[in-house]
């Protein structure tokens, strides 16, 4: 463990101390209810966790967020919540809502909008430094909740079944340089690149490698995404899942049909967070397919994208 891993969880059992609203989250976070939901092979973790209702439910629209007090700005902060230097321009916060058993967000210093294009060197480093950890990118469009405010978070190593299932499913490399690869992700119902690169300046490359083939749908700032990273025997572990929309059909339905789904990348990494019971009890194999169908690229539209890499 690195000494920076150390010190996010002596900040966790801190905050959970001193912090009501953190102890409270982990607390709930402790009773909520999970299932299994086996779909062509691969388990998704499904999680009834209603204190997400904040995240699921939450307004994302351009007039809303400018309108609100930003929740990742220093200023708008707790007095009880601490904030941990671990790398520069950024700091180190407890999620007070979490979804695994460790839950950190990493929110720039400054409010400036969430983009991948210029941060990604940002991401891969403190992944490094945080072994043991998973970060996790949403893209503005693609499940982050403060698209105001550049962050990304880092959870419990190997909890999101995507951490394990895109070293044991990948197909073989297609792309890549004399330190890194890239294959395709494909038979997973949302389909994604692997990287694996024993350099930065590799992981770097390629991943932007992927970023240019991205379509960029019109009127966004950036091409939509969920990204995982990992650093694991000394090398970067990157899963790039493309996304076609946010929210499926279902978050717009009415009655039965209804379902408050809003996928980042949690669910994406096979953790599928609901925040009403009835919702919970209605998820099934078929159900999760039409959700990730909806959201997420098939392999047909990658394949295509890998195409333009090689
Ligand atoms: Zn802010």
């Given at each position: 463990m690195t000494n920076e891993s150390q010190r996010a969880r002596l900040l966790l059992a801190r905050q959970r101390i001193s912090w009501p609203a953190a102890k409270a989250g982990y607390e709930a976070l402790g009773r909520i209810r999970s299932k299994s939901v086996l779909i062509d092979g691969f388990y998704v973790k499904v999680q009834y966790n209603p204190a997400r209702i904040i995240s699921s439910g939450a307004v994302t629209d351009a007039q809303y967020v400018r309108s609100r007090p930003c929740f990742l700005c220093s200023a708008n902060m707790s007095p009880e919540q601490e904030a941990l230097p671990i790398y520069p321009g950024y700091t180190m916060l407890c999620n007070p809502y979490p979804i695994f058993p460790e839950h950190f967000t990493l929110p720039s210093l400054r409010h400036t909008e969430q983009r991948i294009d210029g941060t990604f060197a940002d991401f891969i480093r403190m992944a490094r430094m945080l072994s043991g950890f998973t970060l996790f990118y949403n893209g503005p469009r693609s499940g982050?909740?403060?698209?105001d405010h550049l962050h990304f978070q880092a959870v419990?190593?190997?909890?999101?079944p995507v951490d394990n299932d895109a070293l044991l499913y990948r197909e073989k490399p297609f792309a890549g340089d004399s330190r890194g690869t890239i294959s395709l992700l494909a038979g997973y119902r949302r389909a994604g690149f692997v990287i694996e690169a024993e350099t930065e300046e590799s992981c770097r490359t390629l991943f932007g490698h992927i970023y240019n083939v991205l379509p960029l749908p019109e009127g966004d700032a950036e091409p939509r995404m969920n990204i995982f990273c990992r650093y694991d025997a000394n090398r970067w572990i990157t899963t790039v899942m493309p996304r076609i929309q946010h929210r499926p059909r279902q978050y717009y339905?009415?009655?039965?049909?209804?379902i408050l789904a809003a996928p980042g990348a949690a669910d994406m990494g096979g953790v599928f967070i609901t925040s009403l019971e009835e919702d919970y009890e209605k998820i099934t194999p078929d159900i999760l397919c039409d959700i990730y169908g909806q959201v997420a690229f098939d392999d047909a539209r990658l394949r295509i994208l890998a195409q333009k890499i090689k």
């Open positions: 982050a909740s403060a698209p419990t190593g190997l909890y999101m339905a009415e009655g039965s049909d209804h």
